[in-house]
């Protein structure tokens, strides 16, 4: 099927975005392929177009769970079959899903990087006819990129493993250095290298001081217009659409902590226009591709300018004028300082993680690798003293420098096992010992207990015992301790799949590449700070700068653009501006018969300032 039949009929759209089908036919015509392209500028349609043209599976590597989660959900949905390798598969589990990949009808196989250098998997994906390899965000291989990860270096096995098989690397870094890597690690063939700027002409950046937020919030954004309002935390997000819809706007809002029909509902009537104004954390993003997006607005500071380049980039993916404006207030500074800045962990808090984590699952030195044990994420905290935001970027850097895979998840039972022995355990309860009503009760009201892990709400089993539950749960623990159970707690869980050994040397080798993400995490949140403190330098050039893309020249359409091009006609519009609106409040139209430059932007920043109001379409100066 061509192309374009194949767009049309899974994804329901008659063309092409350029360079999609040069990419594609590149792919088709089995060459080697670099694609650089902005994200969210449909870089998975070009691999899973071109791999339902080829015979065969394609394979897909990918680094993120999540990421690898989502695809094989949408691809699934869509009739497409995917299967994914990742988490902690037993043998078993492993083979059964090779074999359904390499008998069934599967399209897509999505792996790990980690998961790629296990010899079993290696030897049956040479057997495999796979006729397209997938690098996604490739270039997490190169140490100049912004997020390198060492198991990516292991790819070079892709060209030994299968060497006829054509290779396309997917990212969205445009440095140099970085495309270098990808062809040299990855020893692809003469590549076609495709290039897009990571930046869109068409947005206008800007930036609006104000102490204001709602206020002015209520003033950029319109009712009938596609809008999506970035916030930090979950709880902004439904605070701020309640807030905004008591204003008349059709709001919505989406964090990653809603149930998946929540999140569905939530983004389908965003995407049907039955809502306007989407208030999200950065959780909405992935696969979101609305073409009439007017303006993204970022209520709070982006977490980096990597992320806030993705954000600001879903705006005008139609071409025409958007926005991407910061609301900043002096607040936002000194709370970006204090949490951003000081939730950045040192070295010795990486390693306080790391011993933690093998210490909390009793795992001794040089042991440990392919265990797989879920934990109670705040118990782990408290148990160890850790600050949880710390530890959670702890938990992010393990995971890119392959110590560990982290899935987080909610579980809403405990599931318990009884490990000793029949004999052990009467004996256990006979001598009375710590916890030993519990565990009788377990062992006679659950035959299966002895052998398999039973699901059990503790609440329940709280009253059934009766005793506090926080009390049982704490001899659930000890129980644990003294290897008698196996217990995971219900509530917000992360599973772990430790992918190395406990061992000193390891970390201590490891640890220069941990200085160094911790030194780019530095980085990255010192940028964020620079880039609203600007107020001199065009901002779409200040990002091309961070990204190192050549811009051609100033944007002329950011707010530093604006003004600079207006002084240069003319210095003190404002003050004529402020002076006309003085004695009466004065429509657009009149005001402008007195300028011959447009003289929106100059409205837009005297609002942002509050020195003008609008009211019954005119504009009046606010006396301060
Ligand atoms: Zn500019």
């Not at 899974?10 to 080697?32: C, H, M, T």
């Amino acid at each position: 099927m061509p192309a374009v039949q194949i767009l049309q009929k899974y994804w329901g759209y008659d063309s092409f975005r350029e360079p999609q089908l040069d990419i594609i036919n590149a792919v088709v015509a089995k060459n080697d392929v670099i694609a650089v392209l902005p994200t969210g500028s449909g870089k998975s349609v070009i691999y899973q177009v071109a791999g339902l043209m080829l015979e065969g599976i394609t394979l897909v590597i990918s680094p993120l769970i999540a990421l690898i989660e989502d695809q094989v959900n949408t691809l699934n949905n869509l009739g497409i079959k995917s299967i994914a390798l990742t988490g902690g598969l037993s043998f078993d589990e492993l083979a059964r899903l090779l074999d359904n990949t390499a008998f069934g009808k599967t399209k897509f196989l999505f792996i790990s990087p980690e998961r790629l250098q296990n010899d079993y998997v290696q030897r049956r994906l040479s057997n495999m006819p796979i006729s397209l390899i997938t690098i996604d965000e490739a270039h997490c291989i190169s140490e100049w990129g912004h997020d390198f990860r060492p198991s990516y270096l292991k790819l070079s096995i892709l060209k030994n493993l299968l060497p006829e098989t054509p290779i396309i690397s997917l990212t969205a870094t445009a440095k140099q250095r970085v495309i270098g890597d990808i062809e040299a690690y990855l020893s692809l063939q003469k590549p076609k290298i495709f290039k897009q700027s990571v930046f869109r002409n068409n947005i206008s950046y800007q930036i609006n001081d104000t102490e204001d937020k709602i206020g002015l919030l209520a003033t950029l954004l319109k009712p009938d217009e596609t809008a999506i309002v970035y916030v930090r935390t979950r709880k902004r997000t439904y605070q701020m659409a309640d807030l905004l819809m008591r204003r008349g706007f059709l709001t919505a809002f989406f964090h990653g902590g809603m149930t998946l029909q929540d999140k569905q509902k939530s983004l389908q009537d965003w995407l049907d226009n039955k809502v306007r104004i989407m208030f999200a954390t950065t959780a909405f993003g992935m696969g979101i591709n609305k073409a009439d997006v007017r303006k993204v607005v970022h209520l709070d500071l982006p977490e980096s300018l990597e992320n806030y380049v993705q954000e600001s980039g879903r705006a005008g993916r139609d071409g025409k004028m958007s926005e991407a404006v910061i609301l900043l207030s002096d607040y936002d500074i000194t709370f970006y300082k204090n949490t951003s800045l000081k939730n950045i962990p040192s070295l010795e808090d990486v390693y306080k993680v790391y011993k933690s984590l093998y210490n909390h699952f009793y795992i001794a030195e040089g042991e440990g690798i392919d265990v797989m044990q879920s934990m109670d994420f705040m118990h782990f905290c408290n148990r160890f003293s850790l600050d949880m935001y710390k530890t959670l970027n702890v938990l992010q850097m393990l995971e890119s420098e392959g110590f560990i895979e982290v899935n987080q998840g909610r579980r809403f039972f405990a599931k318990i096992q009884i490990i000793a022995s029949p004999a052990m355990t009467r004996n256990y309860v006979a001598h009375k010992r710590l916890g030993y009503k519990v565990v009788d009760f377990l062992a006679r009201n659950y035959t299966d207990i002895l052998n398999l892990s039973v699901k059990i709400k503790t609440r329940i089993l709280a009253k059934q015992l009766d005793m506090p539950r926080k009390e049982l749960l704490d001899v659930l623990l000890a129980l644990q301790k003294r290897n008698l159970i196996d217990y995971q707690p219900e509530g917000e869980q992360f599973s772990i799949l430790f992918l190395l050994n406990r061992d000193e040397n390891t970390f201590k080798y490891k640890s220069k590449n941990l200085q160094k993400r911790i030194l780019h995490k530095k980085h990255q949140v010192l940028q964020v700070l620079a880039y609203v403190e600007n107020d001199s330098i065009c901002r779409a050039q200040f990002l091309a700068d961070y990204f190192e893309e050549k811009a051609a020249d100033n944007c002329g359409i950011c707010d530093i653009c604006q003004i600079a091009n207006f002084q240069e006609n003319s210095t003190d519009v404002y003050d004529k501006i402020l002076t006309m609106l003085t004695a009466n409040c004065m429509s657009k139209k009149v005001i402008q018969q007195q300028f011959k430059t447009d003289i929106s932007p100059i409205l837009d920043k005297l609002m942002a300032q509050q020195k003008i109001t609008f009211v019954d379409l005119k504009y009046c100066k606010i006396d301060n």
